[in-house]
């Protein structure tokens, strides 16, 4: 028996367990998660094989929510790790035929789930629209490799193509404005979209690099769009889910922002092997993985945290304190701030740019500075997001709601463990560290950035958490527990004493922004804001416009106009026949 049939196996046993019991069914697929993880860590194979820990490591924690979650009938059930399977094809696929046989596996499954379980047709073939339209694109990548083995390409164009159509997937600009991603994951049951979010995407990530890494010759103009699309995707995915008052649609757009910084690490990653700056790309390469660690077990618990809602309005949403411990730490690493996975991850990217940008000291440069700015606004976006939904989900105690155990521990397990992996995988996976001993810092605790061999500059995982920890623990002894004040809220001299929605919190920004926003209604329709189709309106009827006016001027039933016409006609014909 070889490798591959037995990491298929289990979880093929937990599709057929799910047709008899939805229960065992996720038992199922959390034995076989589990077994997946111990395979990959004890085949490790560089770098690749961190994106099957990481995809095993969600799908145990989603299978345990599941179990007391699926209220969704007989279906969701079989679908849920059919889906999963798809998906651990594509992680083990040893050549083109196989990843595709997994795409679509995945992508199937998924689509049947989000139709029989939404009240609405239109999510679910928005996903598979955009799923199929993927797939054709990397199909042509793979039939122009003219191979079905993961060989070396030595033109770009499988690469471009292939790269597109991961892209999609991803819910990456300009397919963003699209809004599909956000409608099709925030439809969906909370455990369906947690996998849908957190791995499915994921997937591309993966595609894409499996792919560069290939690629013997990446285009530097191909690179820097990769790049300012991933930029432009942190900035508009965070601000659209912060301006958004749907629950899951707010999430869905974070995913979009998250992903957008996991493919300037990718740009990032083919420009600098292009251009042969080897300790960059080796950066970069970590970047990728610490970001898609941290994006794909934050989002797992925020999720499943959603679970709990009945009301797809935040400003009406339940205030659970079971899970407020998870949702903080959680938040907090999809900030950017330390000593969290997310924020190594982020400050790793920004050195990454700006230190790229220092070294090359030319016209992109100010691309790369221009990138580097963008994702700072939109991480302050990001936090802002993030605050707005651990609060009105969570933190601010309203609503007792009795929860189940195995719904509330995936949640505090996965901020759990972006938190602790923030100071440990860092030094698992990057290898170029230091001590300070004239500051204190040793242990060679400090991972660095070096331009031109000098240090660009320098931070220590390990000591932020010492610290923290070590002033928390003064302070607590000299002041004590702290008090809250707590206030009647002032309502501008009304007598009423209305909450402070989620709505109105956003409200400065939908005001400020609203040349971008375009906001036409006073209420956000139920998917978010639509700017596409607003887009799409307009330009339709400028084009009826122009035809309307250009009949009137030139298509008049006048004879000089046609007999112009006649000679134009003429004079293009002898020129292409000449």
Do not use: C
Not at 181 to 205: C, E, F, R, Y
Not at 398 to 426: D, H, N, W, Y
Not at 504 to 509: C, D, K, L, S
């Amino acid at each position: 028996m070889t490798i591959d049939l037995i990491t298929l196996l289990p979880f093929s046993v937990s599709v057929l367990i799910s047709f008899f019991n939805r229960k065992a069914g996720y038992v199922a697929a959390l034995v076989a998660s589990i077994t997946f993880l111990f395979l990959s860590i004890y085949n490790y194979n560089g770098i690749l094989s961190m994106f099957a820990i990481v995809s095993s490591l969600v799908w145990a924690l989603t299978s345990i929510f599941s179990i007391d979650y699926d209220n969704y009938g007989k279906w969701l059930s079989p679908l849920f790790s059919l889906t999963i399977l798809g998906m651990v094809l594509v992680l083990i696929s040893q050549n083109y035929l196989q990843f595709l046989a997994g795409w679509e596996i995945m992508t199937i499954p998924a689509y049947v789930a989000i139709g029989l379980t939404s009240k609405e047709y239109r999510p679910a073939f928005i996903f598979m629209a955009f799923g199929e339209f993927s797939t054709i694109l990397i199909l042509f990548a793979f039939l122009i490799s003219g191979t079905l083995s993961f060989t070396t390409e030595l033109t770009p164009l499988p690469l471009i193509l292939a790269t597109i159509g991961f892209m999609i997937k991803m819910g990456i600009m300009p397919f963003l404005v699209t809004e599909w991603l956000p409608i099709a994951h925030g439809t969906a049951p909370s455990n369906l979209s947690s996998i849908l979010s957190s791995t499915m995407t994921l997937m591309g990530v993966y595609g894409i690099l499996k792919l560069a890494l290939l690629a013997f010759n990446i285009p530097i103009l191909f690179s820097l769009i990769i790049l300012i699309s991933g930029a432009f995707s942190v900035f508009f995915g965070a601000l659209y889910g912060y301006v958004n008052e749907n629950i899951k649609g707010i999430l869905a757009f974070s995913t979009i922002e998250n992903n957008g910084a996991i493919l300037v690490g990718l740009g990032v990653y083919m420009l600098t092997k292009q251009l042969n700056i080897q300790f960059i790309e080796n950066i970069s390469l970590i970047t990728v993985v610490l970001y898609a660690f941290a994006h794909s077990i934050a989002k797992t618990g925020l999720f499943l945290s959603s679970g709990f809602q009945e009301n797809q309005s935040i400003s009406q949403a339940k205030k659970i304190r079971a899970i407020e411990i998870g949702l903080v730490l959680l938040a907090s690493s999809m900030s950017g701030l330390l000593p969290n996975l997310g924020g190594i991850a982020s400050w790793l990217l920004l050195e990454d740019l700006f230190m790229l940008s220092y070294l090359l000291h030319s016209i992109i440069s100010i691309a790369l500075i221009t990138v580097g700015f963008t994702i700072a606004m939109g991480e302050g976006f990001a936090t802002a997001l993030l605050v707005k939904y651990t609060t009105y989900t969570s933190v601010l105690k309203r609503t007792q709601l009795k929860t189940k155990k195995t719904m509330e521990i995936p949640i505090l397990a996965s901020g759990i463990i972006v938190f602790t992996l923030g100071f440990i995988l860092p030094y698992l996976l990057y290898p170029y560290r230091t001590s300070v001993s004239s500051y204190g810092i040793l242990l060679r605790s400090v991972i660095i950035t070096e331009a031109n061999s000098n240090t660009f500059g320098g931070i220590s995982p390990l000591y932020i958490i010492v610290l923290i920890s070590i002033f928390s623990l003064i302070t607590y002894i000299a002041f004590g527990k702290p008090k809250i004040r707590r206030t009647k809220v002032w309502n501008n001299g009304a007598d009423h004493q209305d909450e402070y929605t989620a709505f109105g919190m956003a409200n400065n920004i939908r005001l400020m922004l609203r040349k971008i926003l375009k906001p036409s209604e006073k209420f956000i329709p139920y998917y978010g804001l639509d700017i596409f189709w607003e887009y799409m309106y307009k330009f339709a009827n400028y084009i009826r416009r122009f035809g309307k006016i250009f009949a009137a001027s030139f298509i008049n039933s006048s004879i000089t106009w046609y007999i112009i016409y006649i000679v134009i006609t003429l004079i293009v014909l002898v020129s292409i026949i000449t």
